[in-house]
């Protein structure tokens, strides 16, 4: 039984048009495909203004998945008619060259310089200028997403900071070593306000616990037991309040 080679196209190239369109394919992307291809690749036009490269016989499986889609619908039809009707075969030479039809250099704006990205089981063609755009774009929205969200944190950290204001939260218990600001809500809620009223409780009044009274056992809910605090972790925060109270 003959192992398949695991397809598998990655990083980036550079490579030219001749004066017939054609574009040497990467040597480490023919080295890795499959002898059952045959050296051959189905070119189309990519959802982005790009050209796909698939292998023979991955673009096999392209149309089986493509057969499943129902022809009544009318997007299913133009889904498959953008997929299939630019699609061609082309089998690169003994200098790894395939030629690139004129339609779909004309579609993805390639006139000489080509950048060849790998993605995994396919191969993209770009035009350098639009890829770079692209990646420009795609860096700017991520840094306008990060700021975004650093803005929504400060506004945030500020609406909580003027609800323990208004529920008249102590600035020595705001301050408390190892408190957060979800747990100063709660015990403001709670009317425990003040640092002094914090260091009295014990570690199950804040996580929780079972007593019992006359034999019967029942449940004590504790005042931060949505936090799933630890016994040594509540007991840290008591200790805490305490050293400074009773320092």
């Avoid at 096999?60 to 039809?77: A, D, F, T, Y």
């Avoid at 630019?86 to 310089?113: F, M, N």
């Avoid at 449940?219 to 949505?226: D, N, P, Q, T």
Wanted: proline letters at 2%; one cysteine or more.
């Amino acid at each position: 039984m003959t192992n398949k080679l695991h397809i598998s196209f990655t990083g980036e190239y550079h490579n030219s048009l001749d004066t017939k369109n054609r574009l040497n394919i990467p040597a480490k992307f023919r080295k890795v495909l499959d002898p059952v291809n045959d050296r051959t690749f189905v070119i189309t036009r990519g959802f982005d203004k790009c050209l796909v490269l698939y292998p023979l016989e991955d673009w096999s499986k392209v149309e089986e998945q493509l057969s499943k889609l129902s022809s009544i619908r009318g997007r299913h039809r133009s889904f498959v008619r953008s997929v299939t009707r630019y699609a061609t075969s082309v089998q690169y030479d003994g200098q790894g060259r395939i030629q690139i039809p004129d339609s779909l250099l004309i579609y993805s704006s390639i006139k000489k310089e080509v950048a060849v990205i790998g993605m995994i089981n396919k191969i993209e063609l770009w035009d350098p200028s639009i890829i770079s755009k692209i990646d420009a774009i795609d860096e700017d929205t991520a840094k306008e997403l990060i700021t975004r969200s650093k803005e929504t944190l400060v506004k945030e950290k500020e609406a909580i900071s003027q609800k323990l204001k208004d529920l008249g939260v102590e600035e020595a218990l705001i301050n408390l070593k190892g408190m957060t600001q979800g747990m100063l809500v709660i015990l403001g809620q709670k009317n425990i306000k003040k640092l002094s009223d914090f260091a009295d409780l014990s570690s199950d009044e804040l996580i929780g616990g079972y007593d019992e009274k006359k034999g019967v056992k029942f449940k004590i809910e504790g005042y931060l037991e949505e936090f799933a605090l630890t016994k040594n972790e509540a007991d840290d925060l008591i200790i805490n309040a305490r050293n400074v109270v009773f320092k």
